[in-house]
T-cell receptor, first 114, second 113 residues
Framework: AQSVTQLGSHVSVSEGALVLLRCNYSSSVPPYLFWYVQYPNQGLQLLLKYTTGATLVKGINGFEAEFKKSETSFHLTKPSAHMSDAAEYFCAVRGMDSSYKLIFGSGTRLLVRP | DAEITQSPRHKITETGRQVTLACHQTWNHNNMFWYRQDLGHGLRLIHYSYGVQDTNKGEVSDGYSVSRSNTEDLPLTLESAASSQTSVYFC????????????FGPGTRLTVL
């Protein structure tokens, strides 16, 4: 069975500091991995995804994530946090098993301090 | 522009009432999904559909049903609302490629009193 673990339900950083949101997955098949962002009172929006090929994936708003198979991780980073990055972030996995379902982590709320 | 909409955006109902939440997408996606979002649980899959007349149970399907009579709509029905079903509900759709992401609606906040 597939699962996703996001370490830290809340992460607080100062504006301009590095953002690091952690995601580990378990999957019996090679995974497709996704990061979504949710701003207050809105639906989820795709930040980036890993399917195949280059393991460092760049997304919108300056975010990127690196797929590390040996560590079963897909951590999300941004070099310099902006106040507008304050939101909830969800990591999700889909196995390459003909299922279109996504399994989501429990989410990490990012707080950005002035 | 293509989009996915949900209605109503907010709903208050009483225990035991039947409630239907609407989801409509204009992307012509075959895949549609319903999730509920609760603190500490992320998004949990309720039901999903891979095409007209196809419906499947997700991990938290008890007390919910869906029907798919056309490509654009997947209404979610709570047969007899319970306080435990107070939540925010999201509808999503996707194309049929394994690498395709899901597109989410704005959500419906449901309160069951």
């Amino acid at each position: 069975a597939q699962s996703v673990t996001q370490l830290g339900s809340h992460v607080s950083v100062s504006e301009g500091a590095l953002v690091l949101l952690r995601c580990n997955y378990s999957s019996s098949v090679p995974p497709y991995l996704f990061w979504y962002v949710q701003y207050p009172n809105q639906g989820l929006q795709l930040l980036l995804k890993y399917t195949t090929g280059a393991t460092l994936v760049k997304g919108i708003n300056g975010f990127e994530a690196e797929f590390k198979k040996s560590e079963t991780s897909f951590h999300l980073t941004k070099p310099s946090a902006h106040m507008s990055d304050a939101a909830e972030y969800f990591c999700a996995v889909r196995g390459m098993d003909s299922s279109y379902k996504l399994i989501f982590g429990s989410g990490t709320r990012l707080l950005v301090r002035p | 522009d293509a989009e996915i909409t949900q209605s109503p955006r907010h709903k208050i109902t009483e225990t035991g009432r039947q409630v239907t939440l609407a989801c409509h997408q204009t992307w012509n996606h075959n895949n549609m999904f319903w999730y509920r979002q609760d603190l500490g649980h992320g998004l949990r899959l309720i039901h999903y559909s891979y095409g007209v007349q196809d419906t499947n149970k997700g991990e938290v399907s008890d007390g919910y049903s869906v029907s798919r009579s056309n490509t654009e709509d997947l209404p979610l029905t709570l047969e007899s609302a319970a306080s435990s079903q107070t939540s925010v509900y999201f509808c999503a759709s996707s194309r049929e490629g394994q690498t395709d992401e899901q597109f989410f609606g704005p959500g419906t906040r449901l309160t069951v009193l």
